[in-house]
């Protein structure tokens, strides 16, 4: 029987123990709500003098470059540079085979001296024909004495009607080669003039001759870079072929399209001699701004920057982003970008750690302290010592609860996250 009563006095007694402590358990507290904050970082307000920033786009070009062409058809003899070679003012970049260049200089020189000697008998036989001019001429003189005596006989009966003919026939040759030598004088100005302009063509002809046979050998006009090169010793090239390009190292320009509403300023500055200096992202090289494009587009004008400095690697064709100084603003706020929300809309941390919003009025962009793109912004409802939020919080809104992880210093420093 006890055997039996056993199992269900354990039950009890385990049923009894749960209820006790059950019962003296202790109440947990009751929960209280607590708000919720957002851990932002913040950046004292300190308004000082900025320079702005123009974040521009552009292509290194070499203005100076020059393209150098073959002066006739002939044989590449010598290339002794390559694509990319920096040389020296005058030294051999190309030369074309003498065996081509030569014979059209000879020619050219052949064809002076004969006209030269063709000259030179012209005035000979101007010479000839004056001194024989005289002698026909005395000639004339003497047959029509001839013809005079033989008339007088003639009415004497004294001569021959033949007699007299003869002596008309002689009168009438000598009248002929005096006439004839007369021609010959007056044309003598016009055919000595004729081959002056043929001589003067000749040696217009030489000198492109000499000119072409100079140019066979292409010599570096300054100190540059070599490029472009088309030939290889042993090419057949025509005339006015290409041949390779060079162009000055130190005289680069970087073109990048300026945005319309920029315009006005950067002209403003050119015209007051006020410099502006652009430095590269990335490689830190410098331009200045030297002048607008003559031209224009719906997209912007170009601005033309020449290279301050050592090209530090650039080659032209190279695309660089520059950031170009615009005026100084006074009394602006450096923000990071994060910081802005929406296009015109700051948030300040009021005493009980709440947002406030702030419009503001945006400036431009300008370098921050930690070299990243910072905005320029000025607002009225923003004051010395506020805080600002420089976190971008998507759900930032009026009077929402944030947490400030670490406040920056008066310079406008924001930690780095």
Same mark, same amino acid.
């Given at each position: 029987?006890?055997?039996?009563?056993?199992?269900?006095?354990?039950?009890?007694?385990?049923?009894?123990?749960?209820?006790?402590?059950?019962?003296?358990?202790?109440?947990?507290?009751?929960?209280?709500?607590?708000?919720?904050?957002?851990?932002?970082?913040?950046?004292?307000?300190?308004?000082?003098?900025?320079?702005?920033?123009?974040?521009?786009?552009? +292509?290194?070009?070499?203005? %100076?470059?020059? @393209?150098?062409? =073959? *002066? !006739?058809? /002939? #044989?590449? $003899?010598?290339?002794?540079?390559?694509?990319?070679?920096?040389?020296?003012?005058?030294?051999?970049?190309?030369?074309?085979?003498?065996?081509?260049?030569?014979?059209?200089?000879?020619?050219?020189?052949?064809?002076?001296?004969?006209?030269?000697?063709?000259?030179?008998?012209?005035?000979?036989?101007?010479?000839?024909?004056?001194?024989?001019?005289?002698?026909?001429?005395?000639?004339?003189?003497?047959?029509?004495?001839?013809?005079?005596?033989?008339?007088?006989?003639?009415?004497?009966?004294?001569?021959?009607?033949?007699?007299?003919?003869?002596?008309?026939?002689?009168?009438?040759?000598?009248?002929?080669?005096?006439?004839?030598? +007369?021609?010959?004088?007056? %044309?003598?100005? @016009?055919?000595? =003039? *004729? !081959?002056? /302009? #043929?001589? $003067?063509?000749?040696?217009?002809?030489?000198?492109?001759?000499?000119?072409?046979?100079?140019?066979?050998?292409?010599?570096?006009?300054?100190?540059?870079?070599?490029?472009?090169?088309?030939?290889?010793?042993?090419?057949?090239?025509?005339?006015?072929?290409?041949?390779?390009?060079?162009?000055?190292?130190?005289?680069?320009?970087?073109?990048?399209?300026?945005?319309?509403?920029?315009?006005?300023?950067?002209?403003?500055?050119?015209?007051?001699?006020?410099?502006?200096?652009?430095?590269?992202?990335?490689?830190?090289?410098?331009?200045?701004?030297?002048?607008?494009?003559?031209?224009?587009?719906?997209?912007?004008?170009?601005?033309?920057?020449?290279?301050?400095?050592?090209?530090?690697?650039?080659?032209?064709?190279?695309?660089?982003?520059?950031?170009?100084?615009?005026?100084?603003?006074?009394?602006?706020?450096?923000?990071?970008?994060?910081?802005?929300?929406?296009?015109?809309?700051?948030?300040?941390?009021?005493?009980?750690?709440?947002?406030?919003?702030?419009?503001?009025?945006?400036?431009?962009?300008?370098?921050?302290?930690?070299?990243?793109?910072?905005?320029?912004?000025?607002?009225?409802?923003?004051?010395?010592?506020?805080?600002?939020?420089?976190?971008?919080?998507?759900?930032?809104?009026?009077?929402?609860?944030?947490?400030?992880?670490?406040?920056?210093?008066?310079?406008?420093?924001?930690?780095?996250?």
């Amino acid at each position: 029987m006890l055997k039996r009563l056993l199992p269900l006095l354990i039950l009890a007694l385990g049923i009894v123990g749960f209820m006790a402590l059950r019962l003296t358990r202790p109440e947990p507290p009751p929960a209280v709500p607590q708000e919720r904050s957002w851990r932002v970082e913040a950046l004292t307000v300190a308004f000082a003098d900025h320079v702005p920033v123009l974040p521009l786009f552009g +292509e290194v070009v070499a203005p %100076e470059r020059v @393209s150098l062409v =073959a *002066s !006739l058809a /002939a #044989r590449v $003899a010598e290339r002794p540079v390559r694509d990319g070679q920096r040389v020296s003012e005058g030294d051999l970049l190309v030369a074309l085979d003498d065996a081509d260049l030569l014979p059209p200089l000879r020619q050219a020189e052949a064809e002076v001296a004969d006209l030269e000697a063709q000259g030179e008998n012209e005035r000979l036989r101007h010479e000839n024909d004056r001194r024989a001019l005289e002698r026909e001429r005395e000639l004339l003189a003497s047959a029509q004495r001839q013809l005079e005596r033989n008339r007088s006989l003639v009415e004497r009966n004294l001569a021959s009607q033949a007699d007299l003919d003869a002596a008309r026939d002689a009168v009438a040759r000598a009248r002929l080669s005096v006439t004839t030598r +007369e021609s010959a004088v007056a %044309e003598h100005p @016009s055919r000595l =003039a *004729s !081959l002056e /302009a #043929r001589l $003067a063509r000749a040696r217009a002809a030489l000198a492109t001759a000499r000119r072409d046979a100079a140019r066979g050998r292409v010599l570096a006009p300054f100190d540059g870079v070599v490029t472009d090169v088309a030939v290889a010793p042993g090419d057949q090239v025509a005339a006015r072929a290409p041949l390779l390009s060079l162009y000055p190292a130190e005289g680069l320009e970087l073109r990048a399209r300026v945005p319309s509403r920029f315009q006005v300023e950067l002209v403003e500055s050119l015209e007051r001699g006020e410099p502006r200096l652009a430095v590269a992202e990335e490689g830190g090289q410098r331009f200045v701004l030297s002048r607008l494009a003559g031209e224009s587009d719906p997209a912007g004008t170009e601005a033309i920057l020449a290279l301050d400095g050592p090209a530090a690697g650039l080659r032209p064709g190279a695309l660089v982003a520059v950031l170009l100084e615009r005026p100084a603003v006074a009394d602006a706020l450096a923000v990071p970008f994060a910081a802005l929300h929406g296009s015109d809309l700051l948030y300040r941390i009021d005493d009980d750690d709440r947002l406030e919003r702030a419009r503001v009025e945006r400036l431009g962009e300008t370098r921050g302290p930690d070299g990243q793109r910072w905005l320029l912004v000025r607002g009225d409802g923003l004051a010395a010592g506020d805080r600002v939020i420089a976190t971008h919080l998507p759900n930032a809104m009026q009077g929402l609860r944030v947490e400030v992880a670490d406040a920056a210093n008066a310079t406008g420093e924001v930690p780095t996250p």
